[in-house]
């Protein structure tokens, strides 16, 4: 297993354009957490799924955003009519069980123009 | 919510030791986590601590006190690839949720 992988590692969109990206989590972790980190900062919650649950998001997250896992496995983090304000660097982390380590990925950076 | 305090920068000599402090406000503490994050680079684990006391880890300790709220990372025999980002993370309440504060960001010097 390589860990867990995002995809695209870069975004470059125009103000108002939809983005996905997507979290490969190491394969049999139940949980699978968002956050989001900007330059100085550490990385804040958005939202996590247990297997294919979302079973809790930030306030962070607007109704512009919205995140799906599917089966379980892949998720996949989709912003709606991008602001200037959701430039930043989307992590994806995977843990095996509640009460284990999350394990992150190299992130997505977002740029909003 | 959650208060989590950490030192903004600290810089710190080749080959000395080094303790950074992390402190926090939670109800439901169920764990504190360290992790390492080198610039545009993910965190990396490095160590958690659920129970009072020392856990040693190589050159890599953390120390938690559950009741004066207070965790250390500390760094012995600082190399230059230790300059990075230290971010401490504190879990608690039901949904095991690791929350993070803004990171330490440690330079070493030659």
């Known amino acids: 297993d390589t860990g867990v992988s995002q995809d695209p590692r870069h975004k470059i969109t125009k103000r108002g354009q939809n983005v996905t990206f997507r979290c490969d989590p190491i394969s049999e972790h139940n949980r699978l957490y968002w956050y989001r980190q900007t330059l100085g900062q550490g990385p804040e919650f958005l939202t996590y799924f247990q297997n294919e649950a979302q079973l809790e998001k930030s306030r962070l997250l607007s109704d512009r955003f919205s995140a799906e896992r599917p089966k379980g496995s892949f998720s996949t983090l989709e912003i709606q009519r991008t602001e200037q304000g959701d430039s930043a660097m989307y992590l994806c982390?995977?843990?095996?069980?509640?009460?284990?380590?999350?394990?992150f990925g190299q992130g997505t950076r977002l740029t909003v123009v | 919510g959650q208060n989590i305090d950490q030192p903004t920068e600290m810089t710190a000599t080749e080959g000395a030791i080094v303790q950074i402090n992390c402190t926090y406000q939670t109800s439901g503490f169920n764990g504190l986590f360290w992790y390492q994050q080198h610039a545009g680079e993910a965190p990396t684990f490095l160590s958690y601590?659920?129970?009072?006391g020392l856990e040693e880890k190589g050159r890599f300790s953390s120390f938690l006190s559950r009741s004066k709220g207070y965790s250390y990372l500390l760094l012995k025999e600082l190399q230059m690839k230790d300059s990075a980002s230290y971010l401490c993370?504190?879990?608690?309440?039901?949904?095991?949720?690791?929350?993070f504060g803004r990171g330490t960001s440690l330079i070493v010097h030659p």
């Open positions: 993370a504190v879990r608690s309440g039901g949904s095991y949720i690791p929350t």
């Open positions: 982390a995977s843990s095996e069980a509640m009460n284990t380590e999350a394990f």
């Open positions: 601590n659920v129970l009072d």
